[in-house]
Structures are given as structure tokens and as C-alpha cells.
């Protein structure tokens, strides 16, 4: 398997805890784990296979650290990458827009060519909509530290079997 870039601010401690889960998983001789904050074109350049934790923030945001990352990305730098996306949100303080920064993510990357990869089932989260949300599946996996934290090493787990798997067959 080619190396994974695994992108997140390393700032959060939520999502620095669901990586070291991830890692663990992958072994860390098969990922380099990049801190969107200080991340460069080049930083992104190295990589062929993505796993970007993209958080949800306030009502439906981005956080700051992505905004400020994606102009970077050359439009033409993304066609034949592959994306796994995961973030968190709160199915019960925000069910109008919950995981939305996995669908504005995605689109990003599907509008410059690239693939999203490691959709997950909707079934088991209560909430009202998602930017996320595409028929019974989201863009990626959905998070909710908040209301079913007990659910995140199970859903972790069998979404990065997944992803790899899916890396896997798409780098032959």
C-alpha cells in the first residue's frame, strides 16, 4: 500500500485522538500524519491516498485551518488521489446541519477530479440534515463524540478496514 497522508490540525485534541486510533489500525509505517495548520502545496504533493479530518464548526462551517489550506491546492493536483474523509459533529445540538464540513469537503475534492472514498450508512444518528448526507450514506465517517461516544472505536475500526481496502484496490 502507498503511504497515507493522514491531515489534521494538531491543535484538536478530539480528532488527535481519533487518529491515534486510525494509526494504530493502518501501522505507522504506513501513514505520515500532516498538521493542516502548517501544511504546504508540497506537504500535499507526497501523497497519492488521503485521509483528511475534517470537523464540522458552528452552524455547518469549515474550520479556519481548511479554509486556509485548500486555495493552495493546485485545481489540477487532485485528479487520481484518493480521499478518505471523517469529522465530528453533534447530532443533537446542531441536527440541521450535522458532519456538513464531510460534504463541503467532498464536493471540494469531486469538483478537481479526486475520489471519495469510505462512505458510511446514515443508520444509527439522529439528526435533521447534512451537506454530508447522499441517499442512506455519508461522504465519509460520521463522528458524534458528543452523544455516542461509545459507538467511535467500533465505527473507527470498521471504517479503516474499509478505507484500506479501498486504497488498496484502487492503487493495483
Known amino acids: 500500500m502507498k503511504k497515507i497522508g493522514i491531515f489534521y490540525s494538531f491543535r484538536s485534541h478530539k480528532t488527535k485522538q481519533q487518529v491515534k486510533k486510525m494509526v494504530k489500525h493502518l501501522g505507522e509505517k504506513n501513514v505520515e500524519q ?3 495548520d502548517e501544511a504546504t502545496h ?3 504533493e507526497k501523497f497519492d491516498n488521503y485521509i483528511f479530518a475534517v470537523p464540522t464548526w458552528f452552524d455547518g462551517e469549515l474550520p479556519n485551518y481548511w479554509d486556509e489550506f485548500l486555495p493552495t491546492i493546485d485545481e489540477d493536483s487532485l485528479k487520481g488521489k484518493i480521499f478518505a ?3 465530528g459533529g453533534d447530532q443533537k445540538g446542531y441536527p440541521e446541519n ?3 464540513g464531510l460534504g463541503i469537503m ?3 475534492i469531486e469538483k478537481r477530479g479526486g475520489e471519495v472514498i469510505g462512505f458510511t450508512s446514515v443508520k444509527g444518528y439522529q439528526f435533521e440534515a ?3 448526507q447522499r441517499g442512506d450514506q455519508f461522504v465519509g465517517l ?3 463524540i458528543e452523544n455516542q461516544a461509545a459507538l467511535t472505536e467500533e465505527r473507527i475500526e470498521k ?3 474499509e478505507v484500506e481496502k479501498a486504497f488498496n484496490a484502487k492503487n493495483k
Open 130 to 132: 447534512s451537506l454530508a
Open 98 to 100: 450535522f458532519v456538513d
Open 42 to 44: 508540497k506537504d500535499f
Open 34 to 36: 500532516v498538521d493542516v
Open 106 to 108: 467532498a464536493d471540494f
Open 159 to 161: 471504517w479503516i478496514k
Open 85 to 87: 474523509l471523517f469529522g
Open 142 to 144: 460520521a463522528l458524534d
